[in-house]
């Protein structure tokens, strides 16, 4: 089970990283409930996690600099950086329309057009 790796998690990196453990512990039923969503909705909701994949991108862009010879060129960097990654906020979600449905099962009369 899902508490059972926990628990070996914390075996292994307690000593290192003891906050951790514990604060999954502190909020082991809201991590959880993304488990209590059918396969598809799951799919959908960690894909789309536009936050990291904005600052995956930031990383990217600036994992192979050691330094930059001045703050305009870092911020010209993330400038770019930002407007490359927002022309992908508005393509297609994946299976947007399956996880939809699936919304509007599990949250009846909630959704709109399916009611």
Not at 1 to 30: C, D, T, V
Not at 70 to 93: C, E, F, G, Q
Not at 95 to 109: H, S, T
């Amino acid at each position: 089970s899902g508490h059972e790796a926990l628990e070996e998690f914390g075996k292994k990196w307690n000593n290192k990283y003891p906050m951790i453990q514990a604060s999954w512990e502190r909020n082991w039923n809201n991590l959880t409930e993304f488990f209590n969503y059918p396969k598809d909705i799951r799919r959908t909701i960690y894909t789309t996690n536009a936050i990291e994949s904005l600052n995956f991108s930031l990383r990217k862009v600036t994992r192979n600099k050691s330094s930059f010879p001045d703050d305009d060129s870092i911020y010209k960097v993330m400038y770019l950086a930002i407007k490359n990654a927002s022309v992908r906020w508005t393509m297609p979600i994946k299976d947007w329309g399956l996880a939809v449905n699936q919304f509007a099962i599990l949250f009846d009369g909630r959704v709109p057009g399916f009611n």
